[in-house]
């Protein structure tokens, strides 16, 4: 008996044959795995990852228990360096081993929620914990960088909360597919923050790595006095930006872990001599997973419209190639948002 696994090589992936764990070994039957913006980081070689098999986002069945969908809480609330797919192997594979110690923790699935949604449970719950560390009142005007799907579902939040979003991403094609496909008019669309976008209450930086530097000097440009900077995307370690010139970004991100909020910001001076409050996480909590997929449950048509790309994972190693080379569109030239690879299907 085998199984398939997405399997690192270099600096791409290889569908291969792996045998499967031994009988009395439990283990999850995957069902759906999200491809998610750190996955491709690892591959491109922007940051560090030691697992042969990527993906950390996901839903699967409990083995022997047909119908009892579970979602992955990837990083490890004892010790937040250890994050599955990351440090370990993750789940870009048709069974997930359960070893019964440092195991990722097992979140129920919300019952009915299709398998392709429930994907974005994890991303979704990342971003509830940005909001709640934000704690920024309805009515405020929010810039979000970087027009991924991390970036996109962070407007999605903000319009939920009768927030005035504004988002900001380099291609005027992925803005005008947001526009099209998910927001309309309810949202400001910019290719660049100074000039275009109004004065800001907070910032919700979303970009990938190579975006980061530039998002966080035009943030710094929008945001007002006593404003909040939210630092959703990882940045490399040791960064200092310009835009925040006293402050190591990173440590900013390791104060708050898994949904606790006691680590608070860092008052930062911009360059521009603005005080900003700095926030940042890492994780996600199992209550937050629960919300998310509560929300995601709420407004299936956004989710689904966001998740672009519901393919088996022969066809997923083409698409990761093509994101880790930066394209953003497939080979028929439709946006390429949220990949979400096909494993299984529950009840079989
Ligand atoms: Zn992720």
């Given amino acids: 008996l085998s199984q398939v696994a997405l399997v690192r090589t270099g600096a791409g992936l290889r569908e291969r044959s792996v045998p499967v764990p031994p009988r009395g070994v439990p283990s999850v039957k995957i069902l759906r795995a999200g491809v998610c913006g750190t996955d491709l980081q690892i591959l491109r070689g922007d940051r560090p990852g030691g ?6 986002e996901g839903v699967g069945e409990l ?11 990837p990083v490890d609330a004892a010790d937040p360096e250890r994050v599955l797919g990351h440090s370990y192997d993750g789940i870009f594979r048709s069974r997930f081993p359960l070893r019964g110690d440092g195991d990722p923790e097992l979140v129920p699935a919300r019952p009915g929620l299709p398998p392709d949604l429930c994907t974005l449970g994890e991303p979704v719950a990342a971003g509830l914990y940005g909001w709640d560390l934000a704690g920024l009142p309805a ?4 810039g979000v960088w970087g027009a991924g799907p991390i970036g996109l579902l962070h407007v ?7 927030m005035e979003p504004w988002l900001i991403g380099s291609r005027r094609s992925r803005l005008e597919w947001a526009r099209s496909r998910l927001f309309g008019a309810g949202v400001g669309y910019a290719t660049a923050a100074p000039g275009s976008v109004p004065e800001l209450d907070a910032a919700f930086l979303c970009t990938d790595r190579a975006g980061a530097e530039r998002a966080l000097g035009e943030a710094a440009a929008t945001l007002r006095e006593d404003a909040v900077a939210v630092l959703v995307s990882a940045v490399p370690d040791g960064l200092r930006s310009s835009a925040f010139p006293a402050v190591d970004l990173n440590g ?8 606790e909020t006691g680590g608070g910001h860092v008052e930062a001076l911009s360059g521009e001599g603005r005080r900003v409050r700095l926030v940042g996480h890492r994780g996600t909590s199992r209550r937050q997973l629960l919300r998310a997929m509560d929300i995601i449950d709420r407004d299936r048509a956004f989710f689904g419209a966001l998740t672009t790309h519901v393919v088996d994972p022969g066809a997923a190693v083409g698409l990761i190639a093509d994101r880790c080379a930066r394209r953003q569109q497939d080979p028929e030239g439709a946006e390429l948002v949220k990949i979400v690879i096909r494993f299984g299907e529950p009840g079989r």
Avoid at 156 to 162: F, I, T, Y
């Fill in 63 to 73: 083995d022997g228990e047909p119908g009892r969908l579970v979602v992955f809480n």
């Fill in 252 to 259: 900013v991100r390791r104060r708050n872990v898994n949904g």
């Fill in 156 to 162: 999605k939040l903000a319009l939920d909360r009768g």
């Fill in 51 to 56: 697992a042969a098999i990527l993906g950390h």
């Fill in 139 to 142: 009515g405020a005007r929010v």
